[in-house]
Protein backbone atom coordinates (compact mmCIF):
# COMPACT_ATOMS: atom_id res chain seq x y z
CA UNK A 1 0.00 0.00 0.00
CA UNK A 2 1.16 3.61 0.03
CA UNK A 3 3.01 5.23 2.65
CA UNK A 4 0.76 5.06 5.69
CA UNK A 5 1.91 7.56 8.87
CA UNK A 6 1.73 5.52 12.07
CA UNK A 7 0.99 7.28 14.99
CA UNK A 8 2.18 6.01 17.93
CA UNK A 9 0.40 6.00 21.58
CA UNK A 10 3.40 8.19 23.39
CA UNK A 11 3.07 10.32 20.43
CA UNK A 12 -0.88 11.14 21.09
CA UNK A 13 0.11 11.29 24.63
CA UNK A 14 1.85 14.40 24.24
CA UNK A 15 0.08 16.10 21.70
CA UNK A 16 -2.64 15.57 24.42
CA UNK A 17 -0.37 17.24 27.10
CA UNK A 18 0.28 20.05 24.98
CA UNK A 19 -2.99 20.64 23.98
CA UNK A 20 -3.44 20.64 27.67
CA UNK A 21 -0.72 23.38 28.89
CA UNK A 22 -1.95 25.10 25.73
CA UNK A 23 -5.44 25.88 27.19
CA UNK A 24 -5.03 26.02 30.64
CA UNK A 25 -3.56 29.50 31.13
CA UNK A 26 -4.82 32.30 33.64
CA UNK A 27 -4.30 35.66 34.49
CA UNK A 28 -4.07 36.36 38.15
CA UNK A 29 -4.40 39.77 40.01
CA UNK A 30 -2.04 40.38 42.83
CA UNK A 31 -1.77 44.09 43.57
CA UNK A 32 -3.35 47.54 42.03
CA UNK A 33 -2.74 50.98 42.95
CA UNK A 34 -3.48 54.29 42.36
CA UNK A 35 -2.62 58.21 43.52
CA UNK A 36 -4.66 60.92 43.06
CA UNK A 37 -4.23 63.12 40.04
CA UNK A 38 -3.23 66.95 40.21
CA UNK A 39 -3.12 69.04 37.15
CA UNK A 40 -2.63 72.15 39.23
CA UNK A 41 1.02 72.04 38.97
CA UNK A 42 1.47 71.96 35.45
CA UNK A 43 1.29 70.27 31.82
CA UNK A 44 0.23 66.16 32.74
CA UNK A 45 2.33 63.92 29.76
CA UNK A 46 1.16 60.68 30.34
CA UNK A 47 3.46 57.63 30.39
CA UNK A 48 3.64 53.71 30.86
CA UNK A 49 6.41 51.18 31.92
CA UNK A 50 5.93 47.46 31.98
CA UNK A 51 8.66 44.95 32.87
CA UNK A 52 7.74 40.56 32.77
CA UNK A 53 10.12 37.62 33.56
CA UNK A 54 9.43 33.98 33.25
CA UNK A 55 8.89 32.55 36.57
CA UNK A 56 8.78 29.11 37.71
CA UNK A 57 6.15 27.13 40.00
CA UNK A 58 8.23 24.90 41.87
CA UNK A 59 5.55 22.77 43.15
CA UNK A 60 4.26 22.20 40.18
CA UNK A 61 7.08 21.11 38.00
CA UNK A 62 8.18 18.67 41.27
CA UNK A 63 4.25 17.22 40.44
CA UNK A 64 4.88 17.17 36.55
CA UNK A 65 8.68 15.36 37.61
CA UNK A 66 7.22 13.01 40.00
CA UNK A 67 4.38 11.44 36.92
CA UNK A 68 7.86 10.29 34.73
CA UNK A 69 9.71 8.55 37.39
CA UNK A 70 10.08 5.31 39.94
CA UNK A 71 8.70 4.84 43.14
CA UNK A 72 12.58 5.53 44.62
CA UNK A 73 12.81 8.90 42.70
CA UNK A 74 9.35 10.22 44.01
CA UNK A 75 10.60 9.85 47.30
CA UNK A 76 13.92 11.79 46.52
CA UNK A 77 12.08 13.97 44.68
CA UNK A 78 9.98 14.60 47.30
CA UNK A 79 13.14 15.26 49.48
CA UNK A 80 14.48 17.83 47.55
CA UNK A 81 10.87 19.44 47.30
CA UNK A 82 10.64 19.62 50.82
CA UNK A 83 14.58 21.42 51.16
CA UNK A 84 13.54 23.94 48.29
CA UNK A 85 10.19 24.81 50.06
CA UNK A 86 12.11 26.00 53.21
CA UNK A 87 13.61 29.27 51.11
CA UNK A 88 10.23 30.01 49.71
CA UNK A 89 8.77 31.77 52.94
CA UNK A 90 7.72 35.30 53.43
CA UNK A 91 5.36 37.25 51.42
CA UNK A 92 5.44 36.67 47.79
CA UNK A 93 3.15 37.93 44.79
CA UNK A 94 3.19 35.49 41.80
CA UNK A 95 6.17 32.36 41.19
CA UNK A 96 9.55 32.76 41.91
CA UNK A 97 11.61 34.09 39.01
CA UNK A 98 14.33 32.99 37.29
CA UNK A 99 15.97 36.56 37.74
CA UNK A 100 15.63 37.69 41.69
CA UNK A 101 16.47 41.68 40.12
CA UNK A 102 13.79 42.05 36.84
CA UNK A 103 12.17 44.58 38.43
CA UNK A 104 14.63 46.21 39.92
CA UNK A 105 15.07 48.90 36.98
CA UNK A 106 11.44 50.36 36.63
CA UNK A 107 13.19 53.55 39.54
CA UNK A 108 15.52 54.23 36.77
CA UNK A 109 13.30 53.89 33.82
CA UNK A 110 10.63 56.31 35.54
CA UNK A 111 13.02 58.58 35.92
CA UNK A 112 14.26 58.55 32.46
CA UNK A 113 10.38 59.15 31.62
CA UNK A 114 9.64 61.81 33.99
CA UNK A 115 13.38 63.97 34.66
CA UNK A 116 11.75 66.43 36.69
CA UNK A 117 10.54 63.54 39.07
CA UNK A 118 7.18 65.25 39.59
CA UNK A 119 4.34 62.13 39.24
CA UNK A 120 0.48 62.12 39.43
CA UNK A 121 -1.96 59.70 39.09
CA UNK A 122 0.57 56.87 39.28
CA UNK A 123 -1.10 53.58 38.74
CA UNK A 124 0.19 50.25 39.53
CA UNK A 125 -0.48 46.61 38.62
CA UNK A 126 1.54 43.23 39.65
CA UNK A 127 -0.18 40.56 37.63
CA UNK A 128 0.68 36.92 36.18
CA UNK A 129 -0.39 34.89 33.51
CA UNK A 130 -0.24 31.32 34.84
CA UNK A 131 0.56 28.14 32.43
CA UNK A 132 1.12 24.91 33.93
CA UNK A 133 4.44 25.22 35.85
CA UNK A 134 5.54 28.52 34.70
CA UNK A 135 4.39 32.40 34.30
CA UNK A 136 4.11 35.45 33.21
CA UNK A 137 5.40 37.49 36.00
CA UNK A 138 4.34 41.24 34.82
CA UNK A 139 4.32 45.18 36.60
CA UNK A 140 2.93 47.68 34.60
CA UNK A 141 3.59 51.41 35.76
CA UNK A 142 1.13 54.17 34.50
CA UNK A 143 0.94 57.96 35.24
CA UNK A 144 1.13 61.43 34.55
CA UNK A 145 4.45 63.27 34.74
CA UNK A 146 4.42 66.93 35.53
CA UNK A 147 6.10 69.31 33.29
Same mark, same amino acid.
Given at each position: ???? *???????????? *???????????????? =???? *??????????? &???? !???????? &????????? /??????????? /???????? =??????????????????? @???????????????? $?? @????? !???????? #? @? $? #???????
Amino acid at each position: MGNR *IRVSRVSTWAWG *IAALFAASGCAEFHHY =QLSD *IDSSEGRLVPF &ELQV !DETGLDVN &EAFGVAKLA /VDENSKKRLTG /VESAVAFF =QVGPSTGDATFDDHWADNL @VAALHERCSSGRMTGV $TT @VREST !DYPVVSGE #I @V $T #IKGYCVR
